[in-house]
C-alpha cells in the first residue's frame, strides 16, 4: 500500500534552559500512514505529537532521523501546494467576513480570480456557512471558526490534511457537523491526519491510530483489530447444572436469567463451550464477540507503559 507519510527513526530533542539538559520530546519514531485513510494520532498532553506535526510541516527541524510528504521532504515548496493543516485554535483577521478570509487565503494560493469567486462560494456551502459568509469573523461562534478553518484547510484541494483537535469545544451539532466532514475527506480519496483527545470521534472515523507516550510510539494498528474483545458472550438455554459449573470455571462472568444462562469466556474456550453445552441438550441463543472501547486500549497503554 502506498504511505502519503513515511517516518523514520525521528527524533527531537530540546535543551532546558532551567536543567541545563536535553529533554527528548520525540523519540526514534517511525511510522507509516497510509493514502486514503484516516489515521489517528493519540497521546496524552506532553507526549510529543504537536512536536511531530511541527517537525511533518517543515516548521521545525528534527535532532535526527528523516519523513516524507507524499513523496517529499518536509517544507518542500512543492509539497506544501498538496497539504493543509488546521491548528487547533485557528486565527484569522476578526475584521474580515467568512468570505474574505478564503478568498484571501485562495489569493496566496494564486487562484485565478474567476475561479476564485467559484472554489470560496463551494467551501462556504460545503461547511455551512453560505448564510454567513458576510459576517465578521469577530461575530462567529466557536463552531463557525471551526468550519470557516476546515473551509480554509480546503482552498487549495489538499491530498493530506492535518488536522489537530478539529471538534474540541464545539456544541454537539457543530461535533457532528465537522465529524461528517472528515469522513466525506476521506471517501473523496483524500488522507487526514487527524490529532485528538476526543476519542469517541478517533473511534468512528479512523481507519488505523496510534498512541504515543513521553515521545514514545507505544501502539500502532487497525482500530478494527485493536477494539476486538478477548472475551466472547454466550447465551444459552436448558443447560444442566453439572454442566454450568464446569462452565463457570472457565469464565469470568456467569449468571443466569429466567432459566437462561449468560457465561463470559476466553476466545480459546469458546469450541469448547458451546460442545459441551449442546452435546448434554442445551441450547446455544447467542454468541456475541467482546468489544472494548479506544478509551479502555488508550488508557491501559498509557498508564502500563509497554510498547506493542
Known amino acids: 500500500m502506498e504511505n502519503a507519510i513515511e517516518i523514520r527513526d525521528l527524533t527531537k530533542s530540546f535543551h532546558s534552559v532551567l536543567t541545563g539538559e536535553d529533554v527528548i520530546a520525540v523519540d526514534h519514531l517511525t511510522l507509516d500512514i497510509h493514502r486514503g485513510e484516516i489515521f489517528g494520532f493519540l497521546g496524552p498532553n506532553g507526549a510529543g505529537k504537536t512536536t511531530t506535526i511541527k517537525m511533518l510541516l517543515g516548521l521545525i527541524f528534527p535532532t535526527s532521523g528523516t519523513a516524507s510528504i507524499l513523496g517529499y521532504p518536509p517544507g518542500d515548496i512543492e509539497v506544501k501546494r498538496k497539504i493543509s493543516y488546521l491548528p487547533e485554535s485557528p486565527y484569522f483577521y476578526e475584521h474580515l467576513s467568512g468570505y474574505e478570509v478564503l478568498d484571501f ?81 476521506r471517501d473523496e480519496g483524500r488522507t487526514v491526519f487527524l490529532s485528538s483527545h476526543q476519542l469517541s470521534d478517533v473511534e468512528m472515523v479512523c481507519d488505523r491510530v496510534s498512541i504515543l507516550d513521553r515521545g514514545k510510539l507505544m501502539r500502532v494498528g487497525s482500530l478494527k483489530e485493536m477494539l476486538a474483545g478477548k472475551s466472547v458472550e454466550i447465551r444459552a438455554e436448558r443447560v444442566r447444572d453439572d454442566i454450568f459449573e464446569k462452565v463457570k470455571a472457565h469464565s469470568s462472568d456467569a449468571f443466569t436469567v429466567d432459566g437462561a444462562i449468560r457465561v463470559r469466556v476466553e476466545q480459546s474456550f469458546v469450541n469448547e463451550t458451546v460442545q459441551m453445552i449442546m452435546q448434554t441438550g442445551g441450547e446455544i441463543t447467542a454468541v456475541i464477540p467482546g468489544k472494548r472501547t479506544l478509551e479502555d486500549i488508550f488508557i491501559e497503554t498509557v498508564r502500563e507503559g509497554t510498547v506493542s
Not at 139 to 155: D, N, P, T
Open 105 to 185: 487565503y485562495a489569493t496566496l494560493f494564486g487562484i485565478p480570480a474567476a475561479e476564485r469567486k467559484k472554489k470560496v462560494d463551494e467551501l462556504l456551502d460545503l461547511v455551512g456557512l453560505s448564510d454567513n459568509k458576510h459576517k465578521r469573523l469577530r461575530h462567529y461562534s466557536k463552531g463557525m471558526l471551526q468550519r470557516i478553518g476546515l473551509a480554509q484547510a480546503l482552498i487549495n484541494d489538499p491530498d493530506l490534511l492535518f488536522l489537530d483537535e478539529p471538534t474540541s469545544g464545539l456544541d454537539p451539532i457543530a461535533h457532528l457537523d465537522i465529524r461528517d466532514m472528515i469522513l466525506r475527506l
